[in-house]
């Protein structure tokens, strides 16, 4: 079958790196959680800075675990810039469609509501 | 670069890359359309369901043949656990590829072994929760919610059995001393799909789960 | 310069063609693949034509009773999907198939055993959408299938069951081939083929390919949705259960409107690759070519709703869409003024291909200035859903792509088979062709501006229609006289047409180089490259070329023949098929048996068997 192309014999992140990604990841998916509850409860603390604001922190949080998992598990970060093409073209037009859906759908519905 | 097509497949590619991992990062590409068009569904959907059960709120709906008041549907810990529980198995797989390629058989295959466990979990997690929401009344025809709902995250789980499935038969591969270095690429591909739909599902977990 | 192998003297083929039935259903030869996408999209082609012809029959008087409006629906639906699916779709797929390779230098695809499986499915969705007929079910609403027309409620039969299994089925071959074709031409290049050097029709190829990896996704959803609210009780597109119909047409033209534009490229790469040979002069502006192609391509997501301009989405969505649809105008404009450009000042050789690419670019033009007029949305709001439409989209589907790809059709047709194609009937062809084309698809801008609306399958006599449905079906008469006498080319040619050199247009490209039909391996040895148009540059500094000599093969390592990829088609289809009919669950599962068995079996295939 194919030999491997050793695009990476040099910069060959260490296993440590990865545990070091791992927990962020984790820690990630706990503030996301943190902002959900904190969101739910009137009485908890900062409540009222985080119910307004709670699904732009969950997208730039996930946003944010993409990225790593795309970087480093996925390699992106150390492979030729071909692959983050051909995966950052797709999110692009994925971003605008369900964008312009929305927008479609919920917003200028409230705009312009018909029968 | 030139030392990657010194140890390049033979014949070399006009692109250096290896045919291969272009192919299967076209074929994810393609899939976040896919992903993006039932996403897209949810969210346009979402609050418009017409009865209950609702994701968030407490809401009427027909409960054992009774209107009655559902609560909300969602439990946030076991679907975060699960989170987590992909989450890692996306590190472990690293750690397998990392020993493939260091012709490390046993750390490729402890991580991987890991790996299969995780998402067998994940698959487990989703069932029981399918399960328990239909006891809790929202089944699949219910409402706009449901429907959507198990859509998206059904599709979701389809992949990660065809992640389950691709991933044990390169562990099996292993096993019986299939892999070795020159052979990780075929790990790596199937590493790939495994880390994009974890990824996918870090995109559902928020946009689902926790939006509101 | 580019270096072609002249072949060992002397040494005459000791290789044999394979032969037979089994050697096509195993065949992993990209060049066979193509002859057999070709044959089977002009067959279902045909089909197609012969569809239209009927409604014509029926439309070319008023009030007539020939059909049925039952199955006036049936043959305008099939006539539409057929058209766009199995016959320009397909026909598209002939050419790359055939020819990316060969224009890039390559011995093959890089997934020949891929690309055949994407055959098969191709092959077995066609027959299954066809196999409705028989039914008495063939899908009956309309080719893009507006909800909720298509819920169980008002369409309890199996005629939309068929549209969406068909078309899924149709989409995974699409999708197969795209990721084969997109990773082929970014690595399988010779060496000196940088992407700026490869011909117009690879990259338009290529961005073909782009188009379907992101648009069928799309509608791969869409589709599970309409069928999951058929069969499965869902309420996704259904007012009554909070559903939104407006909504199917959203995700249908998401997926819709780049698959015009899929419909399109091949024939502009098609176009682009006969006007620079038969003009004897290089493609004019090479660069703002392959950019328009790209921005036409990126555009093409964002104006999807000038479909549905007359749906109520509010000013601000019309105006966006309506400015996006104006803008694509400018880079496919560009492409015009490029093709102009290229044949201005040259030496026009008025071969068949030169006539058809002319045609090509002339009837385009007119379909491209109805199509602006409908990205008005108030001008929109008379012309949609009339036969002003009908217009616009058969001069840019059939004066565009059909006569595009005809083009390409009567210029690689010596490469394919080592025959010419009659010139003196390729003429009476095209005259045929254009009169006929024009005849039958002119007259429906009027009718359309005069209130008839499509999709009638009649008119009252008062409605003063008659007149130009009469002659619109005189002219689709005089079309089918066009495809008479292009099959009996086809079949002269090919039993006793002159054979073909290798390079009987002097042409551009490196599929010239080698013999006419080639030898399956392709290239003797890999060619190199060092600039564009690479045949004319060899030619530049080399003088005449020999006649390639045919050499014995030995030493070339090609890929081996499979019948994995037919079995996991077949598995592939069976899946499918079984959400056909009452949902058998005992076929689905039997048709993911197969097609687990088949993919496993081809993962591990030897490759040298």
Known sequence: MDAQVATHEHAHPKPALYLKVALILFVMTALEVLAFEVSRRSGAPLHDLVQPLLNQILIILSAAKFALVAMFYMHLKQDSKVFSGLFVFPLIIAAVMISALLLLFAYLRMLHPTA | ?212 | ?609
């Open chain 3, 1 to 609: 310069m580019a270096t072609i192998a002249m072949g060992h003297a002397g040494a005459e083929a000791a290789y044999a063609e394979k032969k037979g039935l089994w050697s096509w259903i195993t065949t992993v030869d990209h060049k066979r693949i193509g002859i057999l996408y070709g044959v089977s999209a002009f067959l279902f082609f045909l089909i197609g034509g012969l569809e239209a012809l009927l409604l014509r029959w029926q439309l070319g008087a008023p009030e007539k009773t020939f059909l049925s409006p039952e199955l006036y629906n049936q043959l305008f639906t099939m006539h539409g999907t057929t058209m766009i699916f199995l016959g320009v779709m397909p026909l598209s797929a002939m050419f790359f198939n055939y020819f990316i390779p060969l224009q890039i230098g390559a011995r093959d695809v890089a997934f020949p055993r891929l690309n055949a499986y994407s055959y098969w499915v191709f092959l077995f969705g066609g027959l299954i959408l066809n196999a409705s007929f028989l039914f008495n079910a063939a899908p009956d609403m309309g080719w893009f299938a507006y909800a909720n027309l298509t819920s169980k409620q008002y369409s309890p039969g199996l005629n939309v069951d068929f549209w969406i299994i068909g078309l899924q089925i149709l989409g995974i071959a699409s999708l197969a081939a795209a990721v084969n074709f997109f990773v082929t031409i970014l690595n399988l290049r010779a060496p000196g083929m940088k992407m700026m050097r490869m011909p117009m029709f690879v990259w338009m190829s290529l961005i073909t390919q782009v188009l379907l990896l992101l648009a069928f996704p799309i509608i791969t959803v869409a589709l599970v949705l309409l069928m999951l609210d058929r069969n499965f009780g869902t309420h996704f597109f259904v007012p009554s259960g909070g559903g939104d119909p407006v909504l199917w047409q959203h995700l249908f033209w998401l997926f819709g409107h780049p698959e015009v534009y899929i419909l399109i490229l091949p024939a502009f790469g098609v176009v682009s690759e006969v006007l620079p040979v038969f003009s004897r002069k290089p493609l004019f502006g090479y660069a703002a070519m392959v950019f328009s192609g790209c921005f036409i391509a990126f555009l093409g997501f964002g104006v999807w709703s000038h479909h549905m301009f007359s749906t109520g989405m509010g000013p601000m969505a019309d105006t966006v869409f309506s400015l996006g649809t104006m803008l694509i105008a400018i880079p496919t404009g560009v492409k015009i003024f490029n093709w102009i450009g290229t044949v201005w000042g040259g030496s026009i050789q008025f071969k068949t291909p030169m006539y058809f690419a002319l045609g090509f670019v002339a009837m385009f033009i007119i379909g491209g200035l109805s199509g602006v007029m409908h990205a008005s949305p108030p001008a929109d709001l008379q012309q949609t859903d009339s036969y002003f439409i009908v217009a616009h989209f058969h001069y840019v589907l059939f004066g565009g792509s059909i006569f595009g790809l005809t083009a390409g059709a009567y210029y690689w047709f010596p490469k394919m088979t080592g025959r010419m194609l009659s010139e003196a009937l390729g003429k009476v062809h095209f005259w045929l062709m254009f009169i006929g084309f024009n005849l039958t698809f002119a007259p429906m801008h009027i009718l359309g501006l005069n209130g008839m609306p499509r999709r009638v399958y009649t008119y009252s006599a008062d409605m003063g229609f008659g007149f130009w449905n009469a002659i619109e079906t005189v002219g689709s008469l005089i079309l089918g006289l066009a495809f008479l006498v292009f099959i009996i080319n086809i079949l002269k040619s090919l039993r006793s047409g002159a054979v073909a050199p290798a390079d009987p247009w002097h042409g551009a490209t490196l599929e010239w180089s080698i013999p006419s039909p080639p030898q399956e391996w392709n290239f003797a040895v890999e060619p190199t490259v060092d600039s564009r148009d690479a045949l004319w540059e060899l030619r530049r500094t080399k003088g005449v070329l020999p006649e390639p000599a045919r050499v014995s093969g030995r030493g070339i390592h090609l890929p081996s023949p499979s019948y994995w990829p037919i079995v996991t088609a077949f598995g592939t289809a069976l899946t499918l098929v079984g959400f056909l009919m009452h949902v058998t669950l005992w076929v689905i599962l039997a048709g993911v048996a197969i097609t687990m068995f088949g993919i496993f079996s081809w993962a591990f295939e030897p490759a040298d068997h």
């Open chain 2, 1 to 212: 670069m030139a030392h990657d097509t010194a140890h390049a497949m033979h014949p070399p590619t006009a692109t250096g890359l290896d045919t291969r991992k272009l192919a299967i990062w076209t074929f994810i590409g393609s899939e976040c359309l896919f992903f993006a068009t039932l996403i897209s569904n949810y969210l346009v959907y979402k609050g418009k369901s017409l009865v209950g059960p609702l994701p968030h709120e407490t809401s009427q709906c027909l409960l054992h043949g009774q209107m009655t008041t559902c609560e909300p549907i969602f439990e946030i810990p076991l679907v975060t656990f699960g989170t987590a529980v992909l989450l890692f198995s996306s590190f472990f797989v690293v750690l397998a590829l990392n020993g493939a390629q260091r012709g490390n058989r046993k750390q490729l295959i402890g991580w991987l072994s890991a790996t299969v466990v995780c998402g067998l979990f994940f698959i487990g997690m989703q069932v029981y929760e399918f399960r328990h929401f239909y006891h809790k009344g929202l089944g699949y025809t219910t409402n706009l919610f449901g429907s959507s709902f198990y859509t998206l995250t059904g599709f979701h789980g389809t992949h990660v059995t065809i992640g389950v499935i691709w991933l044990a038969t390169v562990l099996v591969l292993a096993i019986r001393g299939k892999i070795p270095a020159e052979k990780s690429l075929n790990l790596e591909i199937a590493a790939l799909y495994w880390h994009f739909v974890d990824v996918v599902w870090i995109v559902i977990f928020p946009v689902v789960y926790l939006m509101r």
